[in-house]
């Protein structure tokens, strides 16, 4: 099975700074990466796809980078709003599957 | 709109079964593969199983395997999970989520508001 690790578990950033989180997959997943951002409350919404695909709607201040096993989301100008878990996943030729990130906390001070 | 509507969560007790079902809208319900997704309180999110667009293939999660099983009814855009032997382990919203078309990776574009279990005594 593959593993996805996430660092920093918590990053703490003021708003206008740029953030960047880590996703780091035990074996080669190729572009096959997501990222999410659930809130507080929320069901997790989609953010990248692909690895630096921007799903529909979301801002370009969310962008995707990576393939084969290290794969970054970066936020650039935060935002209050910004606050949130972020989860990366993959998906599994076989057996089919998915796994996620444990996830990363980013808070907005 | 797209919309999922997962319903039937609730508390039982170990050893027991429940049904879930999510009721799609606003989309050709049998052209999409749908996931269910799992989180315990407090942690993150785990995968549960994927049934494809037409029902011929299913997943599972290892920690669920031969005790759930899932089903759709795409005549009324509905997928259902039959969870069985339930633990206290379970506990957590069910989420049911749309997998997005058009790429080789099992996302979900669409989630809905999710179904609380609790499997307590």
């Known amino acids: 099975e593959i593993v996805l690790t996430q660092s920093p578990a918590t990053l703490s950033l003021s708003p206008g700074e740029r953030a960047t989180l880590s996703c780091r997959a035990s074996q080669n997943v190729r572009t096959f990466l997501a990222w999410y951002q659930q809130k507080p409350g929320q069901a997790p919404r989609l953010l990248i796809y692909d690895a630096s695909h921007r799903a529909p709607g979301i801002p370009a201040r969310f962008s995707g980078s990576g393939s084969g096993t290290d794969f970054t989301l970066s936020i650039s100008s935060l935002e209050p709003d910004d606050s949130a878990v972020y989860y990366c996943q993959q998906r599994s030729d076989w057996p089919p599957g998915v796994t996620f990130g444990q996830g990363t906390r980013l808070e907005i001070k | 709109q797209v919309q999922l509507v997962e319903s039937g969560g609730g508390v039982v007790q170990p050893g027991r079964s429940l049904r879930l079902s999510c009721a799609a809208s606003?989309?050709?319900?049998?052209?999409?593969?749908m996931h269910w997704v799992r989180q315990a309180p407090g942690k993150g999110l785990e995968w549960v199983t994927l049934?494809?667009?037409?029902?011929?293939?299913?997943y599972f999660g290892d920690s669920v395997k031969g005790r759930f099983s899932v089903s759709r009814d795409n005549s009324k855009n509905t997928v259902f999970l039959q969870m069985s032997s339930l633990r206290p382990e379970d506990t957590a919203v069910y989420y049911c989520?749309?997998?997005?078309?058009?790429?080789?990776?099992?996302?979900?574009?669409?989630w809905g508001l999710g179904t609380l279990v609790t499997v307590s005594s």
């Open positions: 606003g989309f050709d319900f049998s052209a999409y593969a």
């Open positions: 049934i494809s667009h037409n029902g011929l293939n299913e």
């Open positions: 989520a749309r997998e997005l078309s058009g790429t080789s990776g099992d996302y979900f574009d669409h």
